[in-house]
């Protein structure tokens, strides 16, 4: 439930072409422009019903501080919060009662720091119960519709990341590079005076945002982050998709299937490939987490013999 009241004020006439052309510099890609926007429609949503947030990635100079006065500007200081996401995952969960009122929360300086739980990131992000705590009071529950974005020149460092985590979280390339020269001191007080027809924009999302299953993808380098940002989190769930086909097993248990040294061979050139650098051996391990993890049968799991097959998959 919102209780606050927003900076803007809705007029049907209202427009923001100072904003608008501002964005266009800062993301000359449509997709781009139209992924901000959703969100921003997103974000006048009292639920969660995406179960998504944002990822800004993107150095100093990138535009990204102008690009968050889309938001910023028609939603107004007291509605706005900047709670890092390890703060928010934090097992003492003080910071979590700062969001009961937030329509947006920002991660601006988001850590390299490994987050080793996100229980409780995942259910802020997707608009679960969860509990609160001020300090010295009694823990509270808390059902937030706060969205997120987080920004940073790096993607969330999230242990044991999962494909189900990359799903939740869009991210959005910023390329450009702005120098001082470039920089309007300026624009973001001229945006602040269109506040109005910002508002406008993201209210007349809305219908688009409500026939969706998922929000928008961003543009090229948008999509070419996400795959980045797939092979980083969760390597293995990518190789399987893209380099792999896995058979159903038969009635009779049986099925297609290659043998596990090239399998282990396919995976580290994918990995090369990708600038990783975290290549898989002759241990077992790693083949040990395909039984566990993604169910793929292997006989004997934990016994490791380079010519004995894997069951139901092959190698594209």
């Known amino acids: 439930m919102f209780t606050g009241a927003l900076a803007a004020n809705y007029d049907p006439k209202a427009k923001c072409p100072e904003t608008d052309q501002a964005l266009k510099e800062i993301q000359p890609e449509e997709k781009d422009r139209r992924a901000l926007w959703i969100f921003g429609s997103y974000i006048l949503i009292p639920d969660c019903r995406m179960e998504q947030c944002m990822f800004w990635k993107g150095l100093g100079g990138s535009g990204m501080g102008t690009a968050v006065k889309i938001y910023n500007a ?7 919060t900047n709670q890092d996401m390890n703060v928010l995952g ?4 003080y910071s979590l009662s700062l969001l009961k009122y937030a329509m947006l929360n920002l991660s601006t300086e988001l850590s390299t720091k490994l987050v080793e739980d996100t229980a409780i990131w995942i259910a802020l992000v997707v608009g679960e119960y969860t509990m609160s705590r001020i300090l010295y009071e009694q823990y509270k529950k808390l059902k937030s519709s706060c969205k997120h974005i987080l920004q940073g020149n790096n993607p969330p460092n999230i ?6 985590d990359l799903r939740r ?5 910023f390329t450009q590079e702005f120098t001082k020269e470039d920089r309007d001191v300026e624009l973001k007080k001229h945006m602040d005076t269109e506040r109005d027809g910002m508002l406008l924009k993201m209210i007349q999302g809305v219908p688009e945002l409500l026939s969706m299953s998922a929000l928008p ?3 090229k380098q948008s999509v070419a982050l996400a795959r980045r940002m797939g092979v980083r989190m969760d390597p293995t769930a990518v190789f399987l998709d893209k380099c792999t086909y896995i058979d159903p097993l038969d009635e009779k248990g049986q099925g297609i299937c290659c043998f596990k040294e090239d399998l282990i061979w396919a995976y580290n050139e994918f990995m090369k490939e990708c600038g990783m650098h975290q290549m898989v051996d002759e241990s077992g391990h790693w083949l040990s987490r ?4 993604y169910n793929i049968p292997i006989k004997q799991p934990r016994a490791y ?10 190698l594209i």
Do not use: H
Not at 159 to 164: H, N, S, W
Not at 309 to 314: D, G, P, Q
């Open 74 to 80: 028609p939603l107004g200081e007291s509605l706005v």
């Open 90 to 93: 934090d097992s003492k969960r």
């Open 159 to 164: 242990k044991k990341a999962t494909k189900a």
């Open 169 to 173: 979280i869009v991210p959005i390339a």
């Open 217 to 219: 993808e961003g543009g």
């Open 290 to 293: 395909l039984y566990d993890d």
């Open 305 to 314: 013999n380079p010519r004995q097959s894997v069951s139901c998959s092959a």
